[in-house]
């Protein structure tokens, strides 16, 4: 009889990974037909959406359909070849080893990657990345081997934070998406004055005027509404002129008072960040208005509304404010001010704290240090480098994915779940219980085998069976 702590080693694929199929054709065919739906639909959204945003128009219905069907083959291809080669391994080796997810999932990574855009290697890259390291500090703690640092993804997104905004005032330092979402933050005052546009260096952004609109003849009948919304009008009319006069410094690049520049940035932010987080949460109340309309006004007062709007709003007001302190009390301007400003500024992030965030900001500014290095000489050039790295955090992610899916991202699981007709839980880990990686606490139970009469090694009940007597595991 096998002994049941090796029984995972040498039972079939039908009896461990494909337990809805005991074919490993059908079982390929059946993630196939998911994942490559799943994908079209995806992709067709992303890049509708993005060209519409991004290029301000209507796209290329041709460009279009290229990258949605590349992008869907890509993703569909890492899925259906990641259990074509579960099986084919098995086939080859005689047997399941610890690495029987790993090493497919390597293979079928590296072999998908290729077949996507070179452009969208590297963001494919650096997020798997991100993915991997989150995971990796999830085992960790649910091993006990680290203990969690109180506020940990403030420290390393304040980190980050001084960190990038240093390269942003240093100048050619950042990669051009990184540079453009710190140019919407921050505003490109905050830039070298010689790396700013010349329409932002000659823009004059005090041009309001401040005196009282003329009340005309036709308005002498007015509402004693409409007259309070034309004194409220004019006063603040007058209350942002008076902040557009006060003083600032002769080494600031910004047209209008410091003040100023700080409180306009700090309230657009404000609203930018609930308008943002509200749009989010009506979208996902959408699908039960009908049934309860009282969530459409849940939505709107939700605290992770402000949550988001008071991150941004002081994000941006620290960070103006102590640059401009700066600059006041040394009568210079620095790089290191945005050192010291970034930093502070990054606190902020308390409101909002996302590990996710702080593990993408902190792996994009590596990578524009990567890529600076490189250009300079200083670090080598990889060959591959962006497929090498997709694949091996790619294959770490699909690994635990078999073996601990309770430490990876909830929101990465699901769509683990979505792009193989959630196939991918319907694994038997119960068979790997044993390896001490807590497989069965998502999953506690025995797939259902549609086929009872392919098994070999196990029955339906979790039995394992030696000739026509079965014993229990």
Not at 232 to 261: A, D, E, F, G, T
Not at 293 to 313: E, I, K, T, Y
Not at 348 to 370: D, G, V
Request: net charge positive; hydrophobic share 45%.
């Amino acid at each position: 009889m096998v002994a049941p702590s090796k029984l995972w080693q040498v039972c079939s694929c039908y009896e461990m990974c494909h337990c809805w199929n005991p074919s490993c054709i059908g079982a390929s065919w059946d993630i196939a037909k998911a994942s490559w739906r799943y994908s079209f639909r995806t992709y067709l959204i992303f890049y509708t959406v993005s060209s519409l945003i991004f290029h301000k128009g209507i796209p290329s219905l041709r460009h279009l359909l290229v990258d949605v069907l590349r992008s869907s083959n890509f993703l569909a291809c890492n899925a259906i070849v990641f259990i074509s080669s579960i099986c084919a391994f098995r086939q080859v080796l005689g047997r399941f080893f610890r690495w029987f997810v790993w090493g497919p999932a390597c293979v079928a990574s590296a072999v998908a990657i290729s077949m996507e855009k070179k452009s969208r290697r590297a963001p494919l890259a650096l997020y798997m990345v991100t993915l991997a390291i989150e995971l990796l500090i999830n085992i960790f703690l649910s091993r006990g081997w680290v203990k969690p640092i109180k506020y940990g993804e403030v420290i390393l997104f304040s980190v980050s934070s001084a960190v990038a905004l240093f390269l942003f005032r240093y100048g050619n330092m950042l990669k051009r998406d990184s540079l453009s979402a710190l140019k919407l933050l921050v505003g490109v005052q905050e830039m070298p004055a010689e790396l700013q546009p010349d329409e932002v260096r000659l823009q004059v952004t005090g041009n309001e005027k401040g005196s009282p609109r003329e009340v005309s003849p036709t308005l002498q009948r007015q509402t004693f509404l409409s007259a309070l919304r034309e004194t409220l009008n004019s006063k603040c009319l007058q209350l942002v002129n008076w902040l557009k006069s006060l003083h600032k410094h002769r080494l600031c690049q910004h047209q209008s008072s410091c003040m100023y520049y700080v409180l306009q940035a700090s309230i657009r932010k404000f609203a930018v960040g609930y308008a943002v987080q509200a749009a989010l949460n009506l979208l996902r109340a959408l699908p039960r208005v009908t049934t309860r309309p009282g969530l459409l006004v849940q939505a709107l007062v939700r605290q992770d509304n402000f949550g988001l709007a008071l991150f941004l709003s002081l994000f941006v007001g620290i960070f103006r404010s102590l640059s401009c302190l700066l600059r006041w009390l040394r009568n210079k301007d620095s790089p290191l001010h945005a050192l010291i400003a970034g930093g502070a500024a990054g606190v902020s992030s308390i409101f909002y704290r996302s590990t996710t965030i702080s593990l993408y900001f902190a792996s994009k500014i590596i990578e524009s240090l990567l890529i600076k290095g490189q250009q300079q000489g200083v670090i080598p050039v990889i060959p591959h480098a962006q497929s090498i790295v997709y694949a091996l955090s790619t294959a770490t992610v699909l690994h635990a994915g078999a073996y601990e899916p309770h430490n990876i991202r909830p929101a990465y699981w699901k769509f683990l779940l979505d792009l193989t007709g959630d196939n991918f839980g319907k694994m038997n880990r119960m068979l790997i219980a044993h390896l001490g990686t807590d497989s069965t606490r998502i999953y506690p139970d025995w797939p259902t085998y549609p086929d009872v009469s392919k098994l070999r090694l196990v029955d339906k009940d979790g039995m394992c069976v030696e000739s026509l007597q079965p014993k229990r595991l």
